[in-house]
C-alpha cells in the first residue's frame, strides 16, 4: 500500500504534475496516520500546507519553452515577441539582410539539401539606442521563435567562477529550445578581459565562449549585440556569419520612426520633418522615449491627437533633464 503512495508520489513529481503530487502526498500522511504515526501524518501535513499553491497548469508535455528554469533563469531571460520588422526603422541593405537570415533560417531543411546551413550567428553593433536588441526582438518575432537574453552582466557578477560552466550550460540549451540566443552587451567579455582582476578566468571564459559557438550545431539563432566593435579582436569576429551594423538614424530615419510611433494619431508628414530637424543627433531611442512622453501627455488632455507642440516639450523636457549637455 504504502509502496503504491510513494511510486505515485515519484511519479507525480517526475511529471510535474503538482495536484498528483499534493494528494499522493496526502495519503502518505493518511496512510501513517492509520498506522497509528500521528507525530509523522502531522508533520508531512504541515510540509504540504508549506508547499505553493497549485498551479492550474495542466501537468504534461507543455511546458512554457520560453521561460528558463532553475540556474538558467538568473542568467537567460526568455520570452515570445510581438515586434516585427514594421516596427523598426532600418537601412534597406540590413532590412534586406535580416529579411535574408530569416529566410534562410526557414528554408533550413532545402539549404541543407545542397550542403549549405543557413546563416545563422549574427554580430549586431553599433552605438546605444539604435535597435540592436529590438532587431533582435524583431528577429524572434517574424520567425515565432522565443527570445532567449543571455545576460552577461549576471553572468560575471554572479557567478565569476562558474561563468564558463554558465555559458556551457546556455549552449547545451540551445538544442533543447529552439529560440533567438541574444548575448546582450556582448562587449562585457571583452572590457572584462582588459581588466587586470581576472584576467586568467576572463581569458578562459572567452576560450569557452568562442569554442561553443564553434561546437554549436543547434538549429537556434545566435546574436551578439555590442556597443564596443572596436574592444572585439577577430578571433571573435571570425566567429560571425553575418556582420550588422546599427548607426545612428539620419534624419529621413527619424522622420520615419516618429511617422511610425504617432503617424496614427495625428503627426502629419510636415510636422515629422519639422521635429526631426529638432532631434538630430539623437539616437532613437531617445526620440522614442520622445514620442511616448508626448503620447502621455495627449492623452491626459483628453485628446486623440498628438500636437508638434507635446513632441517640441517632450523633447524639450528629455534634453534639458536626461540628455549629457551638447546633445
Ligand atoms: N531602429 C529603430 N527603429 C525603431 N525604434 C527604435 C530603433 N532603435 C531603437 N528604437 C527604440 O529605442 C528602444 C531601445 O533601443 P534598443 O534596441 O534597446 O537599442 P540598442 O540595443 O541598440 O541599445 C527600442 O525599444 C525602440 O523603442
Ligand atoms: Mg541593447
Redesign the pocket.
Same mark, same amino acid.
Given at each position: 500500500m504504502k509502496a503504491d503512495i510513494l511510486k505515485l508520489l515519484l511519479q507525480s513529481h517526475a511529471d510535474g504534475d503538482e495536484s498528483s503530487f499534493r494528494k499522493a502526498a496526502l495519503q502518505l500522511a493518511a496512510a501513517e496516520s492509520g498506522a497509528g504515526h500521528v507525530r509523522v501524518a502531522d508533520e508531512i501535513r504541515a510540509i504540504i500546507a508549506k508547499m505553493p499553491p497549485a498551479s492550474t497548469r495542466k501537468a504534461g508535455p507543455i511546458v512554457d519553452i520560453a521561460s528558463p528554469r532553475g540556474e538558467l533563469a538568473d542568467i537567460l531571460e526568455g520570452g515570445h515577441r510581438d515586434e516585427r520588422l514594421r516596427?523598426?526603422?532600418?537601412r534597406d541593405e540590413v532590412r534586406d539582410l535580416l529579411l535574408r537570415v530569416i529566410s534562410e533560417n526557414r528554408s533550413r531543411g532545402r539549404l541543407e539539401r545542397f550542403g549549405v546551413s543557413p546563416r545563422r550567428r549574427l554580430l $549586431?553593433h553599433?552605438?546605444?539606442?539604435?535597435?540592436?536588441?529590438?532587431?533582435a526582438?524583431v528577429l524572434a518575432g517574424e520567425m515565432g521563435l522565443p527570445l532567449m537574453t543571455v545576460r552577461f552582466d549576471a553572468l560575471f557578477s554572479r557567478f565569476l567562477g562558474a561563468t564558463a560552466v554558465q555559458l556551457r550550460a546556455i549552449f547545451a540549451e540551445m538544442p533543447r529550445r529552439p529560440g533567438i540566443y541574444l548575448f546582450?552587451e556582448f562587449d562585457s567579455v571583452a572590457k572584462a578581459r582588459g581588466d587586470s582582476q581576472d584576467v586568467g578566468e576572463m581569458n578562459r571564459v572567452v576560450t569557452a565562449f568562442l569554442q561553443l559557438v564553434d561546437a554549436d550545431v543547434s538549429g537556434s539563432i545566435l546574436v551578439a549585440?555590442t556597443?564596443h566593435v572596436d574592444l572585439l579582436d577577430r578571433a571573435v569576429f571570425r566567429r560571425f556569419d553575418v556582420i550588422v551594423p $546599427?548607426e545612428k538614424?539620419t534624419r529621413d530615419?527619424l522622420v520615419d520612426?516618429l511617422k511610425?510611433r504617432l503617424g496614427t494619431i495625428g503627426l502629419t508628414e510636415a510636422q515629422a520633418a519639422q521635429l526631426a530637424s529638432r532631434a538630430e543627433g539623437w539616437?532613437?531611442?531617445d526620440v522614442?522615449?520622445a514620442c511616448d512622453d508626448a503620447v502621455r501627455t495627449m492623452a491626459l488632455d483628453d485628446r486623440e491627437e498628438v500636437t508638434e507642440r507635446d513632441v517640441v516639450h517632450a523633447l524639450e523636457e528629455l534634453k534639458r533633464r536626461e540628455l549629457p549637455a551638447g546633445r
Open positions: 516596427d523598426i526603422v532600418l $549586431f553599433g552605438a546605444p539606442g539604435c535597435g540592436k536588441t529590438l532587431a526582438a546582450d549585440a556597443n $546599427f538614424p530615419q520612426l511610425l539616437s532613437f531611442a522614442a522615449r
